[in-house]
């Protein structure tokens, strides 16, 4: 086939890949969302019926001595078609009551995903939720567990997707249409330079892409929201179906409907069931309201009414008051999460984009961009299961060692870590990916001064598959944290790897830097996503599944990345010498001190850390939050390239570090005076900003002072010892930026955190004076 030929046919379905690969985010968010509401309406029930046995064995019963509990179960499976049984159990498992033609046979995997006293897992079309019971004293006396289908939110997402699919498969062929008509006339014109017809196709394709998804995106929000338009009366069944039958069981009894005493706060608390419950009412059914209570702040605008019926006869009228601005408030949070899929599958497309067009101008920038599509399928692996991770971690704390250990000598061994509280052991999994950076990255920059950089990346995509197969079988704490390691382990050879390829490939550093920079945060964007949405459609372990094929393609993409022979003069003084020398070169501890420490402690303390709280203490949501942090990431990635390449065209890094702290400096002092959301997202936003152009210029500085400036030590080690540094500062800011909260508040946190910077941008520019006149 014809290069020209294989140009459009590779763009053709680059295209249909896109839209195919929309579509199917867009599938797995329906199916995730429905599900989830699902569960949150069978929630309330199991609360519900929860708190009513609760309300019983406080008098001190046992749940074999609660009346009529078979006949209270019974009431509860009526309450939902979806349910298939209702099951009462004792701590051992063992069952007391069960109402329901269903067995029940996966309430010890929910149990074991309880968190606090609720525990859901799904199977297939089925979700079994356990409710954890207390008796008198506060101590453990069962298990309440409901068996239910959702058969109805796949019905939900089958009726959505209908709608969807139509709209992808016309825009993939308007858009191939598009590339027909279009993809000829470029290569007309630019028969005489073949590399810029490449750069006008990539540019057109681009924006195919872009357009398409666009259309496919904007079409499944505004098909989800015909179909969610059904929640507020879903919403208000579900609380009412959890009063219902008190009220209509105390109505039986005789007691007249105006003489319920206490009716109003018995009432009160099932507000709190979600923002959206606004006000409950009982009516006559002449239409005088009885009973009322509202909930403080919320507006009930939207109203259903549920009759409450003794011996078939209507004697009142239960209304539930709906708040729709939390209904638009999760419509907004919805409409979110489809923008950030819309983000995801334009990332992905486009890096697959510059992997088959690298048209980088001359040979040494092309040599760079074929660097991108593995770096970024790599950290498209080692990102996967950032989202879930810190959770996943906390329910492992709980079983610190194999199953397989026990009553061996390797259980007595590891005795000391399965003592550690659970606290600390949740955090381990991701303080040891950490800390395996930070010391592999200078034994990595050894290696690659005397084997290539080349060599090192397929060296690191070897532990990074054996970390992807042990968390794929990881039942236990101390098996994440072995992968954990190993995952740190590859990602420091692979960043080496990396910058040292880019220190030897010519052309602009801040480029090369840019171009890694690029890929790790659309990694970070695409991985986070794609992660969550994998462990919640198929599973935790197909997320690793998943990691293990991306590390394979990245080996498959590393096959195209052009051989650079290892430095002749590689590694002339020992490690531990050249580390020394290092830290004895002026200069050197100038960019640690001064740049690479205070950027770490803007990026992990004041975005990472500081951020989120602060938001939250506003009372921002978690998806108000979010989009905060995108507008970071969406910053870095348009910004960092053209800065890089306005810094090597004029050779200004050092300038352009310099601004960037000042940014920095600015956005903490932003920060320290922020009275409302707005004033943060700023703050983000100039972050953002200031990291797009300083992280490739100090990267090139310290590129350009490894090869020039360190006699003795080669630039990959420089770069390695640099980078280790680098992730203990990433370590501990964290750790700084609480202290300072607990010292001086968020205000005053960011403020210092702002004057630090300012003080460091300040010694950075009358250094740079100092060594140029």
């Known amino acids: ?259 319920l005493r206490g009716a109003e706060d018995w009432l009160r608390p099932a507000l709190d069931n979600g923002p959206e419950f606004a006000q409950l009412s009982i009516d006559t059914p002449d239409g005088r309201t009885l009973y009322q209570v509202e909930a403080a702040g919320r507006v009930a605008d939207l109203s259903q009414a549920f009759p409450l019926r003794v011996q078939g006869e209507t004697v009142a009228t239960l209304n539930v008051g709906i708040d729709p601005r939390a209904l638009v408030e999760r419509t907004r949070q919805v409409a979110l999460e489809f923008a950030t899929l819309l983000i995801i599958g334009m990332l992905i497309s486009l890096e697959v984009l510059h992997g088959l067009n690298p048209t980088g101008g001359n040979a ?145 550093r801040a480029r090369g830097m840019a171009l890694y920079l690029a890929a790790y945060v659309a990694a970070g964007i695409c991985g986070a996503g794609l992660g969550s949405l994998l462990a919640d459609r198929a599973g935790i372990p197909w997320v690793f599944v998943a990691g293990l094929g991306f590390c394979g393609l990245s080996a498959v993409a590393l096959t195209r990345l052009p051989h650079i022979a290892p430095l002749v003069q590689a590694a002339k003084a020992p490690l531990m010498a050249a580390l020394g020398l290092l830290l004895r070169q002026p200069r050197f501890l100038r960019l640690l001190l001064l740049v690479a420490l205070p950027m770490q402690i803007v990026q992990q303390g004041l975005l990472f850390y500081w951020t989120p709280l602060a938001l939250t203490a506003m009372g921002e949501r978690a998806s108000f939050v979010g989009v905060a942090m995108m507008a970071y990431f969406l910053l870095v990635i348009a910004l960092n390239v053209p800065s890089a390449r306005w810094a090597d065209k004029h050779n200004k890094h050092a300038l352009l570090v310099t601004v960037a702290l000042t940014l920095f400096g600015v956005a903490g002092l932003i920060g320290g005076m922020a009275t409302s959301p707005v004033t943060i997202v700023a703050c983000v936003a100039l972050i953002g900003v200031a990291w797009a152009a300083g992280f490739a210029a100090q990267g090139a500085l310290v590129l350009r002072l490894g090869e020039h400036d360190l006699a003795g030590v080669a630039p990959a080690v420089a770069i390695g010892v640099y980078r280790m540094v680098e992730r203990v500062g990433a370590m501990l800011a964290p750790l700084l930026a609480a202290l300072l909260i607990g010292l001086w508040g968020y205000g005053g946190t960011a403020a210092t955190i702002g004057w630090i910077l300012l003080v460091c941008a300040l010694a950075q520019m009358l250094s740079t004076r100092r060594e140029t006149a």
């Open 1 to 259: 086939m014809k290069p020209v030929r294989r140009l459009y046919v590779a763009s053709a379905l680059l295209l249909v890949f896109g839209a195919v690969l929309l579509l199917f985010l867009n599938h797995g968010k329906f199916a995730s969302t429905f599900e989830a509401r699902e569960r949150a309406r069978h929630g309330l029930l199991v609360s519900d019926l929860g708190q009513t046995l609760e309300a019983q064995l406080a008098l001190g019963l046992e749940l074999e001595d609660t009346p009529s509990l078979r006949s209270l179960l019974a009431t509860g499976l009526s309450q939902s078609p979806g349910l298939l049984s209702v099951s009462v159990l004792r701590n051992d498992g063992q069952v007391v009551v069960r109402v329901g033609p269903a067995a029940f046979e996966r309430w010890a995997l929910a149990r074991a995903a309880v968190q606090g006293r609720l525990g859901t897992i799904t199977v297939d079309d089925r979700a079994t939720t356990v409710w954890r019971l207390h008796n008198a004293f506060g101590g453990d006396a069962g298990w309440l567990a409901l068996d239910y289908s959702l058969s109805d939110a796949a019905q939900q997402t089958s009726t959505t997707f209908s709608e969807l699919w139509p709209v992808g498969l016309v825009s993939a062929a308007l858009a191939v249409l598009l590339l027909l008509v279009l993809y000829p006339r470029i290569v007309r014109q630019h028969a005489d330079d073949p590399g810029r017809a490449g750069r006008r196709v990539g540019i057109l394709v681009a924006l195919l892409l872009l357009g398409l998804q666009c259309a496919i995106a904007w079409s499944a929000y505004h098909a989800f929201a015909r179909v969610s338009a059904f929640d507020a009366p879903r919403l208000a069944t579900a609380l009412a179906n959890t009063i219902k039958p008190e009220l209509e069981r105390a109505l039986t009894l005789g007691i007249p409907l105006a003489e």
């Open 364 to 508: 040494d920038a092309e040599r760079g961009v074929r660097l991108r599509l593995p770096l970024f399928l790599f950290f498209l692996a080692s990102e996967l299961p950032r989202a879930f991770l810190p959770v996943w971690a906390a329910q492992l704390a709980s079983r610190p060692l194999p199953r397989a250990w026990d009553g061996t000598w390797l259980a007595s061994m590891f005795a000391p870590f399965a003592a550690l509280p659970d606290a600390v052991r949740a955090t381990l999994p991701i303080s040891l990916f950490l800390l395996a950076v930070a010391l592999v990255s200078p034994l990595a920059g050894r290696y690659a001064s005397r084997h290539g950089p080349r060599r090192l990346f397929w060296l690191g995509l070897i532990p990074a598959s054996m970390g992807q197969i042990l968390a794929l079988m990881s039942d236990s704490l101390l098996s994440l944290c072995v992968a954990r390691l190993l995952a740190g382990a590859s990602f420091g050879f692979i960043s080496i790897a990396a910058f040292d390829y880019i220190g030897r490939s010519g052309g602009g």
